[in-house]
Structure formats: C-alpha cells, structure tokens
C-alpha cells in the first residue's frame, strides 16, 4: 500500500510539472504574440504619422503605441529595450524626415504632381 501511494504521488507530481510547463509556454507564446501586435501597430502609427507629421492625433497615437510596444519588450532586468526618450526621438524623426522630404519637392508637397510619374521624372522636367 506505502509502495502505490508513493507512485500516486509521484505521478500526480509529474502531472503537475507538465501542466506548469505547458501553461509556461502558452504564456509565452501569447506574451510574443501581443509583442509582435504591438509592434506592427507602432509601425503602422509611425507610417500614417509619416503622411502626416503635422497631425498631432496621430502623433499622440504613435507615442501611445509605442509605450504599449516598449512595455512587451523588456530585457531579463525587466528593462524595456527603449525608453521614453528613445521613443520620442523615433516620432520626431518621423516627423522630420517626411517635412525635409516635402521642403525639397515643393510640387510634392502641395499634391500637384500630376503628370510625373515618379520623383527622378519629377526632377528631370523641372531642369
């Protein structure tokens, strides 16, 4: 009897260790999941914020992504891999880069580009 009792408990042991185990890996495959939703998400933000950098909806909602992104990419220290400031710079570069576009292809940036097919034809006829 001492000897069945013995290999009940250590079955219900194993039992137990294989259910924390397989709830372990489910657990991270939804926490890799829900990273990787966050960051296409952030990227789409940034892209729609790049269409328009002087949108500050957008803006906000970029910034609000990205800190939800930030927050499902934390190192073994519990550290995210980018922090507010980094997060900041990212939109802001953004923002820039889309207005220093728009500076250079004055046409583009009114939306009259009508018979250029793309910018090299763009800058061959203004020459």
Known sequence: MNHVSETI???IAAIAMV???L???REEARFRKNAAVARVAYLHSLESLEHDPGNPELKQNALRLGRKFSDL???ENGFPDFDEQMLN???EAVCRVRESRLSLYPVLAQG???G???VASFS???A
């Open 9 to 11: 408990g250590i079955s």
């Open 19 to 21: 259910a924390i185990f």
């Open 23 to 25: 709830h372990i890996i």
């Open 73 to 75: 990419t934390c190192d």
């Open 89 to 91: 710079e990212e939109v």
């Open 112 to 114: 009259d580009y009508r």
């Open 116 to 118: 250029f097919s793309d």
């Open 124 to 126: 061959m006829k203004r």
